[in-house]
């Protein structure tokens, strides 16, 4: 029986189209610890994947809604945060065999953006 677990991840990282225009990487590995904290947080509690995995992505985006592609980053650092949250062993081809990012959902006020995550155990 596959197993998954849905997480909300308070966090929403820069476009991807901001990291492709120069940002430096001091604030880009900035950017991504506070990615990994954000998934660590949401991850408390989760049990550590099996087998492999599909991880779904949606972004629930307040403001401008960006191209889906545009959201790549924060998946790579979700995705790395689950890991150094221990939820993934690792993140290499052997664990996951699939990345979804769906198209960003617009959500109206007081919510903040933050993202849905789907990690899907596959048989």
Known sequence: MKSSIQLKIDWMGPSTNAIYAGMHWQKRKRIADEAHLATKIAARGCRMAVSAVSISFQPMIRGRCYDTSNHS????????????????????NRWVKRIIINAPEKIKKPEQSHMLVTVTELE
Do not use: N, Q, S, Y
């Open 73 to 92: 980053f924060a998946a790579k650092c979700i995705e790395d945060g689950l890991v150094r949250a221990g939820v993934l062993p690792d993140d290499t």
